[in-house]
């Protein structure tokens, strides 16, 4: 993922995510949803990065509801999902999970479906 594959950034003070469009070879799926990269800060800090969201074929790669998808994945908390799903985060992101979760969760809760939260 680099600065020219970047498709959107949506920032709400401490919390910036990047969404990232992937031209690698055989990333396509069959279902026909396309898999796309993401990287979320908190204060400017990396705390989660990957390439494992796959989007609809019905949603925009880079609109608000992609961005609330993949911001409603990283706002999980335990009691949300089975306890193994966090097995596979560092201790950073669980601290961050324990500590700040809510708080995204909250704003997501609170966004407006007829404007974005946060800045493009």
Do not use: C, N
């Amino acid at each position: 993922m680099d600065d020219q594959s970047r498709m959107r950034e949506w920032a709400s003070d401490p919390f910036r995510l990047e969404l990232y469009e992937l031209y690698e070879p055989g990333r396509w799926r069959r279902d026909g949803k396309t898999p796309i990269g993401y990287r979320f800060y908190h204060d400017d800090h990396l705390i989660f990065e990957g390439y494992d969201i796959a989007v609809p074929a019905s949603q925009t790669l880079d609109g608000d509801q992609t961005v609330r998808g993949v911001l409603g994945f990283l706002a999980l908390r335990p009691g949300d999902v089975e306890a193994d799903y966090f097995t596979g985060y560092t201790p950073l992101q669980l601290a961050w999970r324990d500590q700040h979760a809510e708080d995204l969760a909250g704003r997501l809760a609170a966004w407006d479906d007829d404007q974005a939260a946060g800045s493009d």
